[in-house]
Each structure stands twice: as structure tokens, then as C-alpha cells.
């Protein structure tokens, strides 16, 4: 299996200051980027952007801009509450800002509220569910029904 790292070490640091975490000038993301990208594929399997595509971002530069700011985000709140956290207990709100944004922007690509730029431009279909089908469905309008039916829209009971 491939190694997939979504984020440089630039997308990471953009949301950390070293001096706060004191962070050697050389640290390496590399677990944390694998935990990321593990993470992102998993969201986006079966989506409306095709594993084919997901397939291909394998270092940084492969990877579409609006997934290395999210896994950038992930890596840092991963590594900002293993810094800032004195127990299991305590999560530093930034670590949990940082790793909520990150989702919310994932899941906006998933819904089709955000689209990565760089498909489309690239000719990939990246928005719509076109994917799903009335046999995703049942009951649906399609399934015969008969007499099963046992309420509709604008009767009274």
C-alpha cells in the first residue's frame, strides 16, 4: 500500500507557532499525516469523487489544496493537543477548533457545498450526489406499493 501524505510540513506549521510548542525546525509529520490522510480517504469512500482520483494524491504536491488545508488542520490539532494536554481528560479548545473546522470543511466537500477546484478544472466530475439512484431508496416512487400504502400527503386522519 502506498503512503499518502495530504500535507507539507508547511500546511501544518501554518496553524502552529513553534516557539508556543517549542518544535524543532525539522519535525516531521509523518505519522500524524498518515493518521490524517487515513482519515480523509475514509470519509471520502463512496462519495462522489471516485477512489480512481483519491488514488492519486500521494505526496503534497499530488494533493488538490482545499485536502492539504484539512489535513493540515488535522495534523495540527493532533499535534497541538499532544503538546498542550496534560491528561487524556483535557483537550485544548484550540486542538478541538482546529480539528472541527477540518470537518466541517470535509464535509462540505462531501455534500457538494464545496468543490476542489482542481478537478474540475481537471475535468472530474466533483459535485452532485449523480451517484445516488432511486434504487439507493425504498420506498421510493418506482417501488410497486399497491394497497401497502398507509398515508399520503394532504389527507387528514
Not at 484550540?94 to 473546522?101: E, G, H, S, T
Request: proline fraction near 4%; aromatic fraction near 8%.
Amino acid at each position: 500500500m502506498p503512503d499518502y501524505a495530504y500535507a507539507s510540513n508547511d500546511d501544518v506549521m501554518t496553524h502552529l507557532s513553534a516557539s508556543v510548542l517549542n518544535l524543532d525546525d525539522d519535525i516531521d509529520f509523518e505519522k500524524e499525516g498518515h493518521e490524517a490522510a487515513t482519515y480523509i480517504r475514509s470519509y471520502l469512500f463512496g462519495t462522489h469523487i471516485s477512489n480512481s482520483v483519491i488514488d492519486t494524491w500521494l505526496t503534497p504536491d499530488d494533493t488538490p489544496a482545499l485536502i492539504r488545508a484539512i489535513a493540515g488542520k488535522m495534523i495540527a490539532a493532533k499535534i497541538y493537543e499532544r503538546e498542550t494536554s496534560s491528561n487524556a481528560e483535557e483537550v485544548d479548545p484550540y486542538a478541538v477548533r482546529l480539528f472541527n473546522q477540518a470537518m466541517a470543511t470535509l464535509s462540505a466537500i462531501i455534500d457538494g457545498r464545496l468543490v476542489i477546484t482542481e478537478l474540475v478544472d481537471a475535468g472530474v466530475s466533483v459535485t452532485g450526489t449523480t451517484h445516488i439512484t432511486d434504487g439507493n431508496f425504498y420506498p421510493n416512487d418506482l417501488a410497486p406499493l399497491g394497497d401497502q400504502i398507509k398515508f399520503k400527503m394532504g389527507v387528514d386522519y
